[in-house]
DNA sequence: GATGAATGAGGGTTCATTCAT
DNA sequence: AATGAATGAACCCTCATTCAT
């Protein structure tokens, strides 16, 4: 009733566009990307765009606010209420990965940002602190607990937090740079397990066996 | 000091516009970049640039080039001649990147080509075939080197080659992108002796003890 | 007068870009008329001329296109239908001309087409084709049947063709190129009524006589 | 001896630039025409040019008034020295042409001057003075005898000399504009040979033939 | 709200001309 | 005389943004 497919409810209009501008700005990058393509993609006209985004930068602060922040939060509250075993706690984290990576609307923006930190450092800052500066403290959260319950070597927890991310930017950056031009597709659900594998027992204390 | 100002200016006139060029592209981007700004820094005027470049595509292609490969076949040479036990080659060649991360001339280039894949996929494709696969497949050679010699566990070499090279992405990304921005500096040196502590251990096979 | 300033504007733009372009052409040839004069004097900005026109280029074509197939057409059609003799074709055919050659719209093309040929040789082919290769098998064609009709000699028809042709030619440049710079005005009724006069009794048959 | 082909008289040299700017003007116009083409193909550097003459357009006059006038003072000449049937002194004077309108040196240069015009009005001037003008006053005064002589119908000088003129231009334009782009060659000296025949008989007095 | 015609600043590229060697 | 590296003005074209309808 209140969705006829013809007269769509405006307050879809923002979502619809940022939807479109992110495909536009994953297919060319944020410079090349045009406001008339975006416009296209969505359905409407050029002018419309300006109706709901005052700038094509502003177009694209939104868009990595909606893409990315949910995530971010999702994870935390998992953490927040976890109770058990450590290693498993970072099994269940990483098992988010592969769907989110997969997902366009998530795996895209990233690339847009570490490509446009230059000329957008106020994004790139937003990005460093929402996202991925809130991530590693989460991981560090989770290396400083399983380090206290002895079940990790007492590495230095925010070093150690890099070394479990990189690989799910690598993931990213492959799927966005490198897979489009011939790349070949990356295994995720191997490679995220094998990721853990390796660090768990990396971290094992010296006689202790963690890896189940 | 020795600046015979023009004759000898030749020759030297293609390294001083890569110079100038990388710091441009590294402070703005590709796209945003200005060969007039380009110009500026390397104390010439925009028609000069032309004169040594076709085009700002062939100076961004000239500099991909000229950063990247040595070092690629440095580490080719480095791995070729190597004899001895697995887990020290594999230190050795880490041992390079903190100065090679260090270096402006090399940390610069990975995040623009990754910025600027949407719009010069033939530029990433090079880099991937060229860099990438090259770098990954080093690796690859590395362990299962490692693996035929009983001194790692027989995992995938392709899915743990990307897991050693992650967090030299992840180094690069975190100098180039957040640093600028308000990040704490990486201390790269403890940030790689981990990471190589990590993964040999988490490579040793059952049994025996690796990491020194 | 009715000038509804932008709705109805839309559709009269490409015709008023054309006739600015043709002034521009006219005054300064292809090359050194610069798309900001001819947006200029169309009353418009840079920009807007690339709404209707995708390049310089496309301006020219447009422009030799509707300023003279037209006139082409018109003829064809006018020695289609005709039937009498031929000389009075001829003298019709001829008449058309003193109008077209003080248009402003059509006597400044040729000249372009001609100063541009080495930069342009598809356009100076269609012009070839189109309005050249035409209006001379036109006149062949009449050239033709008057000999048929044994009102003319029998002389090659697409020789003769050339010569009925070469004085519309040379009025074309006299008015477009040595006017403007001190020739004496061309008395255009007076020389093509003299070039039909001296045609025809050229032609004429021996013993006959065919110049009224 | 004083021409080792090794090291040219230096006097040659301003003749050598001439003709490769000859060549490259009738390739590509006087806009497109850049000096390092004309430098490249005298085999010169580009700086050499700028040592004989002081612009683009110097280059082009001196090429202008070296290729033309002695032509015409040529023809002057002819038409001074001459005693005889006046028809057979037109029969001669044309029959100049064919060489001339095959020659590259003289049926670039019109096309040229055509195309130029509007950037050059000066050079159009002295074009017109120096060449056209003198070249129809020729022919004007060669109808004059004629006239007075009884030989040809009493027509306006000036406007039968444009008509005598014509297909010489006509003849120019064909070949350098409309032969490289796939229009049929042009036989010249029938060409020029009807012309003639056409016009005696056209000229000729109503009872008298004049036409051999 | 929605449109899309219009704007005009901006940047890549070209090339006539200069001048130190 | 000759060179050719260097200059910088000029121009085509793009596109974010505006605004009258």
């Known amino acids: 009733m209140r969705d006829t497919p013809i007269r769509r409810r405006k307050d879809a209009r923002p979502a619809e566009l940022l939807a479109a501008a992110r495909e536009v700005f994953a297919a060319k990058g944020f410079a090349a990307a045009r406001m008339e393509d975006i416009a296209a993609r969505a359905g409407v006209s050029k002018g419309t765009v300006y109706l709901y985004f005052p700038s094509k930068q502003a ?40 769907t ?41 959260g989770i290396l400083r607990r399983g380090a206290e319950r002895g079940e990790f070597r ?25 897979e489009p031009v011939g790349g070949a597709p990356l295994e995720l659900d191997d490679y995220l397990r094998t990721h853990v594998d390796i660090m768990l027992r990396g971290l094992a204390p010296e006689g202790g066996t963690d890896a189940a």
């Open 154 to 178: 007492p590495l230095a927890p925010d070093t150690v937090a890099k070394l479990w991310f990189a690989p799910l930017l690598l993931a990213v950056v492959w799927r966005t740079t490198f």
């Open 100 to 140: 989110l990576v997969r997902d366009p609307k998530v795996v895209t923006i990233p690339r847009l940002v570490i490509g446009e930190a230059g000329n957008q450092p106020e994004m790139a800052d937003f990005y460093r602190r929402e996202v991925v500066e809130r991530g590693l403290g989460l991981i560090s």
């Open 59 to 98: 177009v694209f602060e939104a868009l990595v606010r909606q893409a990315i922040l949910p995530n971010v939060e999702r994870l935390e509250a998992m953490a927040a209420a976890y109770e058990g075993p450590t290693a498993d706690l970072l099994r269940q984290a990483m098992a988010l990965f592969p």
